[in-house]
């Protein structure tokens, strides 16, 4: 054995202490770090020839890389769609590296099961009944990539062509339909040999970023019986809009088509009663994706995919090797998502759920929608801004009141950062340029809206 991996065998339980250690002291100050923090220019080392150790190693992170971590995790980083990481949440994430399972194949070990049993407690948490069963991926990304492979090779079989077989070239264009898809969704699709080409924007309600149901029914129509994919949006990034679930899934009824529901973090309605309306109809998507490093609050990377479906999503995910044995009734994770070996993800969301149930984390959802009313109320009272749509759930979209240019809004964007107080993103939304502010972290309290509040009126 190299001398210093002997040297740290020896003295494991002390390492993890010294970890554990900066663990402690990270997260203590987590609610004070700089929520983003400038890059300084690179100076990449060269590779180690012999190594220092792990003590070593740790100091030299301390010293030289943790200090330019943005506080990501922490309760006023309001940038994309984010969210922290529970205290079981991070316990069970440690767990998933020192146990180490390769959540696979079967056959030695529990892990799997612990995976099914995680699922359905998130299928049950979505409001999804049993004829959906869910994978754990690294993403909604992933989980709108495994939805739409499953929808191809729906496609293919009311074509009587199986995609996974035949390749995409069997199958001719696909047209893929949707309101304000998510930009994963044209990755996805580009990934798939679909192209992002194929996606048919339908034009949303006035003022909304919904889509309209009618519009979305005559170019169902139009297409005249060939079969087709809906991307419904149960929460848009920038105003978090939702589609008509119910509606949408109705016209099943007129026109063949595959239903995957992008719920990457608006399916966390379904956790708040007055809120559940807004994915009213969930069940019926024939795939279904939801973020789980996004408002279940466990750490990078994790998301949830569910499809009524399985029995396609292995003829497009198998695996079959001698050496894995068969696929059965029950298949291993190996035949269902695009890894083959992977780690077992689903533990940091098995601990989310077993410490904090379905209350704890509806108290979170609830807590910081209340929390992006109470930034949008105090925004609305600001001369020099105004809100560019309803805070509908928990993102706030804004603008400056007067010539609202992107280099302006991005100064005020930069401004905030450049405090350390708060950080949030730039878009643009109907062709105005604006910025979010996206509550989601399970540490966000009434204080921290007061103080991003400060931060945009001293920008
Ligand atoms: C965040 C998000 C995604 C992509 O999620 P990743 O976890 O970054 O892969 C997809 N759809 C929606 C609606 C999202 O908010």
């Avoid at 689903?346 to 989310?352: D, I, Q, S």
Wanted: glycine share 10%; hydrophobic share 45%; proline share 6%.
């Amino acid at each position: 054995m190299h001398p210093k991996l002997s040297e740290d065998l020896a003295r494991l339980p002390e390492l993890l202490d010294i970890a554990r250690r900066c663990a402690v002291e990270a997260l203590s100050g987590v609610a004070e770090r700089p929520a983003a923090v400038p890059p300084a220019p690179p100076n990449p080392a060269s590779l180690p020839d012999s190594g220092v150790g792990a003590e070593a190693a740790l100091e030299r992170f301390q010293s030289h890389w943790a200090p330019g971590f943005s506080g990501s995790a922490g309760p006023r980083y309001l940038g994309f769609v984010t969210g922290g990481a529970t205290p079981a949440a991070v316990a069970g994430d440690w767990l998933t590296s020192t146990f180490d399972q390769n959540a696979a194949a079967g056959g030695d070990s529990s892990a799997l099961d612990l995976e099914r049993e995680a699922t359905g407690w998130l299928r049950e948490l979505f409001g999804l009944g049993t004829a959906h069963e869910g994978a754990f991926v690294s993403g909604a990304t992933m989980s709108n990539f495994v939805g739409l492979a499953i929808g191809r090779e729906w496609v293919g079989e009311q074509l009587g062509v199986s995609v996974a077989q035949d390749g995409v070239a069997a199958l001719g264009n696909v047209p893929v339909l949707s309101g304000s898809p998510h930009s994963s969704v044209y990755k996805a699709l580009s990934m798939l040999g679909l192209g992002r080409g194929c996606v048919r924007e339908v034009a949303t309600l006035p003022g909304r970023e919904a889509v309209d149901v009618d519009l979305l029914a005559a170019e169902l129509a139009a297409l005249d019986g060939r079969p087709a994919i809906v991307v419904a949006n149960a929460g848009t990034v920038n105003t978090v809009d939702f589609d008509d679930l119910r509606a949408i899934a109705g016209l099943r009824r007129h026109f063949p088509f595959w239903l995957h529901a992008d719920a990457a973090f608006g399916g966390f309605a379904a956790l708040s009663p007055p809120h559940a309306e807004l994915v009213a109809g969930i069940d019926e998507a024939d795939s279904v994706c939801v973020d789980l490093h996004k408002w279940l609050n466990v750490p990078y990377d994790s998301a949830v995919q569910f499809t009524r479906r399985r029995d396609l999503q292995v003829r497009v995910f198998q695996n079959a090797a001698a050496y894995l044995g068969p696929v059965t009734e029950e298949p291993d994770f190996v035949h269902l998502t695009p890894e083959n070996s992977r780690r077992l993800r689903a533990l940091p969301a098995w601990f989310t759920l077993a410490a904090y149930g379905r209350q704890g984390h509806r108290e979170i959802v609830e807590r910081d929608i209340a929390l992006a009313r109470d930034l949008g109320d105090r925004i609305a009272g600001m001369p020099h801004l105004r809100l560019l749509a309803p805070v509908r759930l928990n993102v706030v979209c804004f603008t400056l009141a007067d010539d609202p240019t992107a280099e302006r809004v991005g100064a005020l964007a930069r401004s905030v950062a450049g405090s350390g107080e708060a950080f949030l993103t730039p878009t643009v939304y109907k062709g105005t340029p604006g910025l979010r502010a996206a509550f989601s972290n399970w540490r966000t309290t009434g204080a921290d809206v007061g103080r991003v509040a400060a931060a945009l009126r001293a920008g």
